[in-house]
């Protein structure tokens, strides 16, 4: 499934502390719970850069947004402050964990800081401006939205995820021709994505073509049966039209 996040889970080596970094990855993975407690002391006690970051992934996986975002963000304005091109992807994990928490304009905040930094690399900087777009989208801002996503395909044209975004807020928009297109380019590569496929039906239906709509709903359902995008893709196929 096309991830909602994306949050480098991969932590750097910032400080030169490889053996601590490594240890902080393999305990998220394992327990979350006791990464969080571990990775909050160590974040008091050196408040290094990849502490913070660890502190904050530990957060993520346990899914407590808004102090995964405090964390990450720390981390970022920390190796902002040092001059390490690495704050890019921290400013980018923290907008990320902005947007699952229901934060975006916080969100905004965060990836401000990759999209008008002149030195970060283009596929990150492409990457913020579609999850800007994410963001726009959550403030009902679809203008600003489809000026974003617009520059984010620019410079990350392979991304299917940006695609099927793009799609999806064309579709609200009202504007089922660029819908339709975009839609078809994450199809191109995605097919295999429950999220594509439900969107694929829904502006297939709302373009008045029932029966790629059927199909591309019956895809959906069956790629993920138990998931929210198999039971919405569900709930289409038994709503009456």
């Not at 990855?25 to 327990?31: E, R, S």
Request: include cysteine; charged fraction near 20%; charge should be negative.
């Amino acid at each position: 499934m096309i991830p909602i996040l994306f949050l480098a889970a991969a932590l750097t080596d910032i400080s030169g502390d490889a053996a601590r970094v490594a240890a902080c990855q393999k305990l998220i993975a394992a327990d979350p719970k006791t990464a969080v407690d571990q990775a909050a002391a160590w974040a008091e006690r050196d408040k290094s850069v990849p502490a913070r970051q660890c502190l904050g992934l530990a957060f993520v996986a346990v899914e407590r947004w808004g102090p995964a975002e405090a964390a990450l963000a720390q981390a970022a304005a920390q190796a902002e402050t040092d001059h390490d091109a690495r704050s890019f992807s921290l400013w980018s994990q923290a907008g990320n964990a902005a947007l699952a928490g229901d934060q975006p304009a916080k969100a905004r905040e965060d990836l401000d800081h990759v999209v008008t930094a002149s030195a970060a690399p283009s596929t990150l900087v492409g990457e913020a401006w579609v999850d800007r777009a994410r963001a726009d989208v959550a403030l009902d801002d679809l203008a600003r939205a489809r000026t974003d996503m617009d520059k984010g395909l620019a410079l990350v044209p392979q991304d299917p995820f940006a695609w099927y975004l793009s799609a999806s807020l064309a579709r609200k928009q009202n504007d089922l021709g660029r819908a339709q297109k975009d839609i078809a380019t994450a199809l191109k590569s995605a097919s295999d994505d429950p999220a594509v496929q439900l969107e694929a039906g829904n502006i297939y239906a709302a373009a008045g073509q029932p029966d790629a709509a059927h199909a591309a709903w019956t895809r959906a359902a069956q790629l993920a049966p138990d998931t929210p995008e198999g039971q919405a893709a569900k709930a289409a196929l038994t709503t009456p039209k």
